[in-house]
């Protein structure tokens, strides 16, 4: 595991991934990337070890 378990949020998803937000919902949707997690009412974030595993993921 890679340790970094903070909660980031969507403009530092989208600079980690360089995916759009519809792109990427699209793939949560689908069960192909990590899910994000509701932080109140108004707010979501991903945690950024899931982020980093996933991008891990693509090239192996």
């Known amino acids: 595991m890679n340790g970094d378990d903070r909660i980031i949020r969507e403009p530092e998803r989208r600079k980690k991934t360089g995916l759009s937000r519809a792109t990427w919902w699209r793939l949560e949707r689908d069960g192909k ?17 899931e982020i980093d595993r996933w991008r891990e993921s693509l090239f192996q």
């Open 33 to 49: 990337a990590p899910r994000r997690r509701k932080l109140s009412a108004n707010a979501v974030g991903w945690l950024a070890s």
